[in-house]
């Protein structure tokens, strides 16, 4: 099956409103943007106002790092330009706005599954197409390719606290092919175009291609297209985990504006 990510997130964000809609107020996230942006971003920035709007919120865009108590969030538009500290910028987000899941603070309650503790999108999103699509996850082998912060580092926490056991893999680890060939699960945020091939993976697998980079001018994923012939669940790239790991990020927004209501 090839999930169609942006039905699902539709779903997700028609979910988010009716909570919305239920505080008699619209939550408002703020999202912080670099002075240099580009014109990725200025897309990326479209696609978070439309979901914005589908979800019920207010969504405005601010020049300044100093986190406004009037917002029930904080954003902050990644990646940063060069010479910004993407670190030092994203810990000045209070835990109690943060809904990219982007501080020290707030990644630490989700590692130690907190029970407060909000998912980062990404892995809001393949919870959401995990619990939709009834994949078991405790006691599958599950391999997660690449290891940075808002794909692989936060699945493969997420997957090991449902009970896979998980192999993580690195393009300069040399264990692609090997963990590939024993996954149930698959999880890829590499960024580097067609990196899985048909051939390395076993039938029946769940593949969620959450890579996304550059190739003969379009924008491609981890996973070469022909493997959703291998797959029990595939997620294409683009139309797959992206638009729906923004709908999760709203929804974090409603939680949020939800926890401050009720503080």
């Known amino acids: 099956m090839i999930i169609d990510g942006r039905a699902l997130a539709g ?16 939550p408002n996230v703020l999202v912080y943007v670099a002075p240099e942006e580009t014109v990725a971003t200025r897309s ?4 978070k106002a439309r979901s914005a ?29 060069l010479g910004m500290n993407t670190k030092e910028v994203c810990d000045t987000i209070p835990v109690a706005k943060d809904a990219d899941v982007l501080s020290s603070a707030a ?44 794909v692989g580092a936060p699945c493969a926490t997420w997957l090991a606290g449902q009970g896979a056991e998980v192999e993580r893999v690195t393009l300069e680890s040399g264990n692609l092919k090997e963990a590939l060939a024993m996954a ?24 969620i291609d959450a890579g996304t980079s550059e190739s003969g001018g379009e924008v491609v994923g981890d996973a070469d297209p022909a493997c959703a012939e291998k797959c029990s669940l595939f997620t294409p790239v683009p139309g797959g985990i992206g638009p729906l790991a923004v709908a999760c990020l709203f929804e974090n927004v409603v939680t949020l504006a939800e926890n401050a209501t009720e503080n």
């Not at 990326?44 to 696609?47: E, G, M």
């Not at 589908?54 to 902050?76: K, N, Y």
């Not at 149930?184 to 593949?207: F, R, Y």
């Open 53 to 81: 709007e589908s979800a019920g919120c207010d969504f405005e865009e601010i020049r300044s790092l100093m986190p406004s108590t009037r917002a029930d969030a904080f954003v902050v538009q990644l990646p940063l330009p």
């Open 11 to 26: 779903e997700v964000l028609a979910r988010a409103k009716a909570r919305a809609e239920a505080l008699h107020r619209r």
């Open 184 to 207: 149930d699960i698959v999880i890829s945020g590499a960024g580097s175009p067609h990196l899985i091939k048909p051939e390395m993976l076993k039938e029946g697998v769940v593949l």
């Open 44 to 47: 990326y920035l479209k696609i």
């Open 107 to 150: 990644r630490e309650k989700f590692e130690r599954g907190d029970v407060d503790a909000l998912l980062p999108p990404v892995v809001a999103a393949v919870r959401e197409i995990f619990i939709q699509n009834n994949v078991e996850v405790k006691g599958k082998k599950a391999a997660v390719i690449g290891a940075g912060f808002l």
